[in-house]
């Protein structure tokens, strides 16, 4: 898969300041060959458009979407609440509160609309890749080898490692 081809994700982050974090999203997807695309949408600054964008995700191809948004971070929520493709939510390190605020406000969706959550920052900007990757590894057997292949390397990677 060539991340020139049409996307198989859809990439959403509520403001260009999530990149710095959501970029390591990218370079996983970039990693594995998953085409995907990445937008600055916002619940409350863009609401019509992120509505627009998600009600067209389905059509477009898209398999997959991830939402990463920070402080009363509603935006995964609101993609879920229109579409019925897997919904993904990266909660960002706030200023204040260090991303609890984000991690509550993604996570705790009431039952009906579901919102997967990974952690906080990095990690789960990387997890969420990871966790795309295996949803769209179902009926795709190569992509399914190469997550075997990554896990093999980093379990190599860490038993190679030697302290002081
Ligand atoms: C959220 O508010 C964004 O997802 C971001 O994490 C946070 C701060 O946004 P900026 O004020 O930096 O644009 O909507």
New binding site residues.
């Given amino acids: 898969m060539a991340s020139d081809d049409r996307p198989l994700v859809g990439v959403l982050?509520?403001?260009?300041?999530?990149w710095e974090t959501m970029k390591h999203a990218s370079e996983t997807f970039a990693r594995f060959g998953v085409a995907h695309e990445c937008r600055v949408l916002?619940a409350?600054?863009t609401p019509a458009a992120t509505v627009e964008y998600v009600r067209r995700a389905e059509e477009r191809g898209i398999e997959v979407l991830i939402a990463?948004?920070?402080?009363a971070?509603h935006?995964a929520g609101v993609v879920a609440a229109h579409t019925v493709l897997p919904v993904l939510g990266v909660p960002?390190e706030?200023a204040s509160l260090k991303g609890l605020d984000?991690l509550l406000s993604t996570v705790q969706m009431p039952g009906g609309v579901p919102v997967g959550t990974l952690a906080i920052g990095k990690p789960g900007a990387i997890n969420a890749a990871l966790l795309a990757v295996a949803i769209l590894a179902g009926p795709r057997p190569e992509l399914r080898e190469q997550l075997r292949r990554f896990r093999e390397e980093q379990a190599a990677k860490v038993l190679a490692e030697t302290l002081p």
């Fill in positions: 982050m509520g403001s260009k300041s999530d916002s409350h600054r990463a948004a920070g402080g971070a935006l960002m706030s984000s």
